[in-house]
DNA sequence: TTTGACTCCGTAGTCAGGTACGGAAGTAAG
DNA sequence: CTTACTTCCGTACCTGACTACGGAGTCAAA
């Protein structure tokens, strides 16, 4: 079921997109996928585009966005605001910047402490317990977009 | 007020530790904070461990650390178990380690993506846009802990 | 034609992480 | 001593992103 079947039903575009049916319809419900017209019989069919559009969320997501962002993010897509997709995506690029920066002191102090740790002959007290209050209070202030 | 008074008002270390009091009743019920005994007159009171904790925990949330697993992390602090808690941290080191990992395949992406759009000199294909539908359908499927 | 799976749609529940409300009691300044 | 601000505590509410439920209609195979 991988080839390219351009008319399916919401379970089948679920199945090919690899969510759920009901993120579906509750995306629908935030105005991010498009609710198609129903077909004789009341049934809605789903193309392509519905699936690409699903990936798009998906990995907008991945990159941090916020279910918001990825409506504006939706309301560039003919392509002519390339700039301000881009700003989005540069504030984006710095928030992930920091929390890297972040990341690699706590992995640099757990480290430390793991290493610390095993060498320690001493049972009764923990090199580790010791460092988390004192080393670690200063962490950078939250600025997320 | 940048000065150490060890003894404050929870109102006094919101303020210290740049949060609400209702946040910091909060992390009490969830048991991230202790409840101190209450003074003469029923007001607790706190000192410069508390504004410390509440920085660790700050610090460990913008690192991306749920509160649950906050709590583990603080759990270190309980044990004169060196071993359970080195342990632990090696086991945060790993999730640390994919976080690392997972942002800066989402910075390169990004920063990528960034840079083509600011090169691009053609308005009508926001590169960016443009691989969001096509590129990233892959994303790596979330490993926490 | 009956059975079973799927669809539609609305509403409700979940989970994380807070935020707000409200009344009683403590406390500090004038 | 009054007035205004805090604190205390319990409970309720909120946002984001889903997830579940239920009843009615649709469809395809046996």
């Not at 430390?112 to 988390?132: F, G, K, N, T, Y």
Request: aromatic share 6%; hydrophobic share 35%; with cysteine.
């Amino acid at each position: 079921m991988t080839t390219s079947q351009t008319s399916m039903t919401i379970g089948t575009l679920a199945k090919m997109a690899d969510t759920h049916v009901e993120t579906i319809r509750y995306y629908q419900r935030r105005g991010l996928v498009e609710v198609p017209e129903k077909a004789y019989g009341g049934i809605r069919r789903y193309d392509e585009k519905a699936v690409a559009r699903l990936h798009f969320i998906r990995s907008a997501q991945w990159l941090g966005f916020s279910l918001e962002q990825v409506g504006e993010l939706l309301k560039l897509e003919d392509g002519t605001h390339c700039d301000e997709a881009r700003v989005l995506a540069e504030h984006k690029l710095g928030d992930v910047r920091r929390r890297i920066a972040g990341l690699r002191q706590m992995e640099a102090t757990l480290d430390d402490l793991v290493e610390r740790c095993r060498c320690s002959r001493d049972p009764q007290r923990c090199p580790m317990i010791h460092s988390l209050y004192t080393d670690l209070s200063d962490a950078p202030e939250n600025s997320d977009t």
